[in-house]
């Protein structure tokens, strides 16, 4: 069982979630700005294959979209901790209510719950499960 959160341990949670929230943010504007140029490149550029033999532009734009797109739920996860870190229930999980652990939390800012529902598919008191 993992022992319930603590109001230093809270505090703690949420200055790291500001920190990260800053530092994602960043991430996000310079992968937008990267993607933005590979557009512009493109335009200047001949619209047709044997400009790009290697498909080095394609690829360079899903590889920016990957990872703008990952960037994106990492400051969603940060942004939905923000929100309830305040909350009373805080750090429990949502499938059985036991606290989900400070660890996991630091890692998974906007994990609802904790590994033994999140491995067995359960995501709300309501939820049974994939089993059944």
């Known amino acids: 069982m993992v022992a319930p959160i603590t109001d230093g341990e809270r505090a703690a949670l949420r200055d790291q979630l500001l920190c990260e929230r800053r530092v994602?943010?960043?991430q996000l504007a310079g992968l937008e700005r990267s993607f933005e140029d590979l557009v512009e490149a493109c335009e200047l550029q001949p619209p047709d294959d044997e400009h790009d033999p290697d498909a080095t532009t394609a690829?360079?734009?899903a590889q920016v979209t990957s990872l703008t797109t990952a960037a994106r739920a990492r400051l969603e996860?940060?942004?939905r901790a923000l929100a309830a870190v305040g909350e009373h229930d805080f750090g429990?999980?949502?499938g059985c209510?036991?606290?989900i652990g400070v660890a996991r939390?630091?890692?998974l800012p906007g994990v609802r719950n904790c590994v033994a529902c999140a491995a067995a598919g359960?995501?709300?008191p309501e939820s049974p499960g994939p089993e059944g």
């Open 59 to 61: 690829y360079d734009r």
């Open 105 to 107: 939390l630091q890692v």
């Open 122 to 124: 359960r995501t709300g």
């Open 92 to 94: 429990s999980c949502h």
């Open 97 to 99: 209510g036991q606290s």
């Open 77 to 79: 996860g940060v942004e």
């Open 24 to 26: 994602m943010a960043r």
